[in-house]
């Protein structure tokens, strides 16, 4: 047995998993939110140990505070004795551009990458920076490793990552399609190769992270081929605050017609768009589906998002050339019922039959298609914790 910790540090977050491998058993788990923000009156630090769950409110002016605090934590819990049982620590990294195409060992070069990197993800790649710095004061003896959200999608072919913009921006400035979420469609694409007893070399398949950010990705042979998000996370589908996809000239336009500055528009585009934007209500699709039947704005953003799912789905079945099943996971795809449903019964017309019964689940990994269905579908909760241990294991061989 070997505890490896994995680590995702978000910009003002920080989340982990303490997990035995290879038995992938959680030891520990837990949340610190509002790291360099003003409390709020609730508490910003969850840690569940032993089936309890311990809650705290700490004020943290930075990652290093908020490490150091839950390290501590996990001594005065009785989590570990003394930190060198930790045997290693797998980092989540938001941009690994195209210098990774795998998760690797960190050293000072790797460090010192991820950190030019934060020009593609300016909030995240300098948290996860911070993170291993951290980390590797207090427990040196680990093995570290960074896992890429983007590594998975640099098999995508140039014809699929590159914009059809001047070509020089893609040689000077690394201006083409990265993607994101490479891990969970990574972890989802190879439980769905066991539930069909095929090797994931062997297959085609579409699997579709709809969380608050939300993908799709075409997977051919074990490969990311084409996948929804782009340069940055703001590609795509409708998201809980993300517009997705837009015409580019909108943009200038908007900006005109309202005086706002480029950031603000960004802003708009990341937080004020997507589902919040069109219903004008929530950006939770809770929220959005509760009053679906008698608020014409939630109806609308939901449709619109089932929508732009399916388009992309039809997309990816012809970049595929056909389809062996496709994968529904993350918090909207692993818990909505009525929006698996709406998606399924677009596809109908392929053949596609859905069983009512088995949709209606969730937290369980399952398919929810009848067996004579021509596509088969998966709900597959995401683990992408599990998967970054798995390559830390992996590595530390
Ligand atoms: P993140 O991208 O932040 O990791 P998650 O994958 O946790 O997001 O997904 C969060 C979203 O999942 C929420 O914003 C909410 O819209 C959606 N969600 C969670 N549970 C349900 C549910 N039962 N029905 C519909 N949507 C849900």
């Excluded at 190879?190 to 969380?211: D, V, Y």
């Amino acid at each position: 047995m070997t505890k490896i910790l994995s680590v995702n540090a978000g910009s003002s977050s920080l989340k982990f998993k303490l997990m035995d491998m290879p038995e992938e058993k959680v030891i520990a788990e837990g949340m610190i939110e509002r790291i360099g923000v003003d409390l709020s009156q609730d508490d910003n630090v969850s840690i569940k140990f032993q089936g309890e769950k311990h809650k705290s409110r700490h004020a943290f002016s930075n990652h290093e505070e908020a490490i150091n605090f839950t390290l501590a934590q996990f001594k005065d819990l009785g989590i570990v004795k003394d930190f060198d049982e930790i045997k290693g620590i797998g980092h989540r990294i938001v941009a690994g551009g195209e210098w990774f195409n795998k998760s690797v060992l960190i050293d000072d070069e790797v460090l010192k990458k991820i950190e030019r990197l934060a020009a593609y993800a300016p909030l995240h790649n300098p948290a996860n920076a911070l993170g291993i710095k951290a980390f590797s004061k207090i427990i040196p003896n680990a093995v570290e490793v960074a896992v890429f959200d983007t590594a998975f999608h640099q098999t995508m072919p140039k014809e699929n990552y590159l914009y059809a913009v001047p070509y020089e921006y893609y040689t000077k400035y690394g201006v083409r399609k990265y993607g994101a979420h490479g891990t969970s469609h990574k972890y989802v694409a190879e439980q769905a190769a066991q539930m069909l007893h095929k090797p994931l070399e062997s297959l085609k398949l579409i699997t579709m992270h709809l969380g608050a950010g939300a993908s799709v990705t075409a997977i051919k042979d074990g490969k990311s081929l084409d996948t929804s998000m782009g340069f940055s996370p703001l590609a795509g589908l409708i998201m809980a605050t993300r517009s997705g996809d837009v015409d580019v000239s909108l943009v200038n336009y908007v900006k005109g017609k309202e005086g706002l500055s480029d950031q603000q528009m960004l802003d708009i585009l990341n937080h004020k768009s997507g589902l919040l934007g069109i219903s004008t209500l929530s950006s939770d699709m809770r929220d959005l589906l509760d009053v679906y039947d008698t608020n014409e704005h939630a109806r609308l953003a939901v449709n619109m998002f089932v929508n732009r799912v399916v388009n992309y789905i039809a997309q990816y079945y012809f970049e595929l050339q056909g389809v062996d099943a496709l994968v529904f996971t993350a918090g909207i795809g692993e818990n909505s019922v009525p929006i698996r449903k709406m998606i399924l019964e677009k596809l109908a017309f392929l053949g596609v039959k859905l069983d009512e019964k088995a949709n209606d689940q969730h937290g369980v990994q399952t398919a929810i298609t009848q067996p004579d269905s021509s596509i088969t579908a998966f709900l597959i909760p995401t683990n992408e914790e599990l998967e970054i241990a798995r390559d830390v294991q992996n590595l530390m061989k």
